[in-house]
């Protein structure tokens, strides 16, 4: 069974103070792994996509990694308007499954 | 650019009713995902359809049934309810596996369904 673990599962920061949220996982073989931020009561805000080992994107203050046990989401000088849940998941690949399987998510609070 | 969009936005009904939720895909995507959302939780996965087909069933309760239509627009049908039901639904959309090498999927803002 595909199982992601996030942590830590909230985080506050003062705005300018980078850190780094951890997404670990465990998948028969990983299709793609992808970060969502979730506000309240919204839908989940489509982030990145990582395929493989190795692999980096980066948007604006974000930047994300990827190895094969773990991914890291690094926010570097975060500002206020970052405050919110960020959510990793994980699709396993094989046939027409392409479900995504979530972790319990990272809540971030960014102080001025 | 066009989002998903999910209609009702908000939906109160009473235990054993029934309730209809529905979902209208990017344009040109052809895959619809449903995700059930409780207080406090991650998204879980019900059900997946491509091309009108299902292509994927989770922990969906067989209270629940759901279609994708020829216009790929789908809807969740939802009987009997239950106070558990309460929670948020969320539709996400996709290019097909045929279509698409980057699996992205793109959520919609939500059904918040109340069961009183």
């Known amino acids: 069974e595909d199982q992601v673990t996030q942590s830590p599962e909230a985080l506050r920061l003062q705005e300018g103070e980078s850190s780094s949220l951890n997404c670990s996982y465990t998948?028969?073989?990983?299709?793609?792994l992808f970060w969502y931020r979730q506000d309240p009561g919204k839908g989940p805000e489509f982030l990145f996509t990582l395929y493989s080992a190795g692999e980096e994107k980066e948007k604006e203050r974000l930047k994300a990694t990827l190895t094969k046990k773990e991914s890291f989401l690094h926010i570097t000088a975060p500002k206020p308007e970052d405050s919110a849940t960020y959510l990793c998941?994980?699709?396993?690949?094989?046939?027409?499954?392409?479900?995504?399987?979530f972790g319990k998510g990272t809540l971030l609070t960014v102080n001025p | 650019a066009a989002g998903v969009i999910q209609s009702p936005r908000h939906l109160i009904k009473e235990k054993r009713e029934t309730a209809t939720l529905k979902c209208y895909p990017i344009p040109r995507h052809d895959t619809v995902y449903w995700y059930q959302q409780g207080p406090g939780q991650d998204p879980q996965f019900l059900i997946s359809?491509?091309?009108?087909?299902?292509?994927d069933k989770g922990s969906i309760p067989d209270r629940f049934s759901a279609q994708q239509f020829s216009d790929y627009h789908s809807e969740l049908n939802m009987s009997s309810l239950e106070l558990g039901d309460s929670a948020l639904y969320f539709c996400?959309?996709?290019?097909?596996?045929?279509?698409?090498?980057?699996?992205?999927?793109?959520f919609g803002p939500g059904t918040r369904l109340t069961v009183t």
């Open positions: 996400a959309s996709s290019l097909g596996w045929q279509r698409s090498t980057s699996y992205e999927q793109y």
């Open positions: 998941a994980v699709q396993a690949r094989g046939g027409s499954n392409y479900k995504l399987t």
């Open positions: 998948v028969s073989g990983l299709r793609g």
């Open positions: 359809f491509y091309e009108k087909m299902q292509s």
